[in-house]
């Protein structure tokens, strides 16, 4: 717990969460930013809405992107029914939410891609890459349009989550203005998979 290493914490988004500045989705690993006084927090809280960090994410898909690097804008509301669920909607019903994307390896029906969301919705990455037929492996929630294969190989040793990761941070710091950048690189159960797809599934 973060209290127990640095004591007390702001807790800008609500109590049960000290020191904590944003949010990142269940079972996406990587990095996270923390404040540890109330000026350094409320800075960072409002760099977060003012869309001022610069964030990367590294996302093992389904299917091969048709292109190197494209932009997804695609608005964004609550699914029907499902308050813990997101949906692209027609423009004019929900949020705007833009995610800029680069196809960095291809392999045999997967793709390695570079994430770069420009809002922050929530699941905005999973559900923009879905509604383009690239949904992430190993999302049991948005899983693109029905009918798409989205197959296994027995043998793969795929994430048992979805595999996305917060690989990158960049912003000033909320006191002294310093640019700051932070790298984080895959955790090991994306590695795995990716080693497992450059030998078996290698791609152009």
Excluded: C
Aim: net charge positive; glycine share 10%; aromatic share 8%.
């Amino acid at each position: 717990r973060l209290t127990e290493r640095y004591g007390s914490l702001p807790s800008p988004q609500g109590e049960d969460r000290p020191g904590i500045v944003h949010r990142l989705d269940a079972d996406t690993s990587g990095l996270i930013v923390v404040g540890r006084s109330e000026e350094a927090a409320a800075g960072l809280v409002e760099a977060f809405r003012g869309h001022r960090v610069e964030k990367r994410y590294l996302a093992i898909v389904f299917g091969v992107p048709r292109f190197d690097s494209d932009w997804i804008e695609a608005p964004l509301g609550r699914a029907t029914g499902r308050a813990d669920r997101v949906r692209v909607v027609e423009p004019g019903e929900g949020r705007d939410a833009r995610t800029f994307y680069r196809t960095l390896e291809r392999f045999e029906r997967f793709a390695l891609v570079e994430a770069l969301p420009e809002t922050g919705r929530t699941h905005q990455i999973r559900v923009h890459l879905a509604s383009i037929d690239h949904p992430l492996v190993g999302d049991r929630v948005y899983r693109g349009r029905r009918g798409l294969s989205r197959k296994l190989p027995r043998e793969a040793p795929a994430p048992k989550r979805h595999a996305l990761h917060a690989a990158g941070l960049g912003f000033e710091h909320p006191v002294t203005g310093e640019p700051l950048a932070f790298e984080s690189a895959p955790p090991a159960d994306m590695e795995r998979f990716l080693r497992w797809l450059r030998v078996n599934a290698a791609g152009s």
